[in-house]
């Protein structure tokens, strides 16, 4: 989960989008280490929803923010199966 004052700042955060949830959790542990001031382009709590219908999230920054981001991990490792056509067949 990302958040932010601007929608500018939460598009700098392709970085983060090619972990996995394992190497999500390791850079927030070094990350919190650091005791400095987190930047928009860095999330602020890591989860994992499961098979559970709500989560609590624990975030490491505490500050007001107007803009949220999530971006999904966990959907990787699930299998998918697509019953649709796409949008361009008949």
Same mark, same amino acid.
């Given at each position: ?12 955060? @392709? ?6 949830? @394992? ?11 650091? @005791?400095? %001031?987190?930047? &928009?382009?860095? &999330?602020?709590?890591?989860? =994992?929803?499961? =098979? @559970?219908?709500? *989560? ?7 500050? %007001? ?5 999530? *971006? &999904? ?5 699930? %299998? ?11």
């Amino acid at each position: 989960m990302f958040g932010a004052n601007s929608l500018e700042d939460l598009q700098n955060t @392709k970085y983060f989008s090619k972990m996995s949830e @394992k190497e999500l959790q390791a850079w927030t542990a070094k990350r919190s280490a650091l @005791k400095a %001031p987190y930047l &928009p382009s860095e &999330p602020l709590c890591v989860f =994992d929803m499961g =098979d @559970k219908t709500e *989560v609590i999230l624990e975030c490491t920054q505490h500050a %007001p923010i107007k803009y949220i981001k999530f *971006v &999904p991990t966990g959907f990787r490792r699930l %299998p998918i199966n697509f019953t649709s056509k796409p949008f361009n067949s008949n």
